[in-house]
């Protein structure tokens, strides 16, 4: 069972601003880095957005992320019906001694 | 550009073991730490080990160490996981994955493994 927290689905309209959060604790969220993820069903995960808003070439900065206490946010803009897609928070857990990924979250666009 | 190609995974008899490999290409393989990453369509993504540029250093899952063994061949380019005792809950695709400092970058297409009498 994963100790790193989504919501296991979210939703907005086309042109609406969505967050999605990543829950965790001091040993994992509280002082690491937090990577975002973004995987289209039967296909692999792909990098979305690492540390502090750091986009791989072609993600567009719509996607955005933010970060309080033990809890992450990945904030996705002008939604469109392009976004729809799993997502997921990973992070290093000090206390592990290991990478955990949230569990999850499937963003359906209405 | 980056390629992580895996390979090896099919059905498997629970208690048996199983060798993936992952073939790299499109960067200085020897330069970069390397993870393998499973995921079931119950549990989601979970981080299966990793191991350092040289492979002098490897970490594993809590629950999967002593049965998972994560190594390299850097005159090869290429990466493995030996996996010993599977059981039923191994079941799931195997992600090689590329480590850019504290960011799992780059994923391979996966290799399913089922593990199944």
């Known amino acids: 069972q994963s100790v790193v927290t989504q919501p296991p689905s979210a939703s907005g309209t086309p042109g609406q601003t969505i967050t999605i959060s990543c829950s965790g604790s001091s040993s994992n969220i509280g002082r690491n880095i937090v990577n975002w993820y973004q995987q289209i069903p039967g296909t692999a995960p792909k990098l979305l957005i690492y540390?502090?808003?750091q986009r791989p070439s072609g993600v567009p900065d719509r996607f955005s992320v933010s970060k309080s206490g033990t809890s992450a946010y990945l904030a996705i803009s002008g939604l469109q019906s392009e976004d729809e897609s799993d997502y997921y928070c990973?992070?290093?857990?000090?206390?592990?001694?290991?990478?955990?990924f949230g569990g999850g979250t499937t963003l359906t666009v209405l | 550009q980056v390629q992580l190609v895996e390979s090896g995974g099919g059905v498997v008899q629970p208690g048996r073991s199983l060798t993936l490999s992952c073939a790299a290409s499109g960067f200085t393989f020897s330069a970069f730490g390397m993870h393998w990453v499973r995921q079931t369509p119950g549990r989601g993504l979970q981080w299966v080990a990793d191991i350092s540029s040289d492979g002098a250093r490897k970490f594993y899952a809590p629950s999967l160490k002593g049965r998972f063994t994560i190594s390299r061949d850097n005159s090869e380019n290429m990466l493995y996981l030996r996996m010993d005792s599977l059981r039923d809950e191994d079941t799931a695709v195997y992600y090689c994955a590329k480590d850019a400092s504290w960011i799992i970058d780059q994923w391979g297409q996966g290799t399913l493994v089922t593990v199944s009498s």
């Open positions: 990973a992070t290093w857990d000090d206390s592990l001694k290991g990478w955990l």
């Open positions: 540390g502090n808003n």
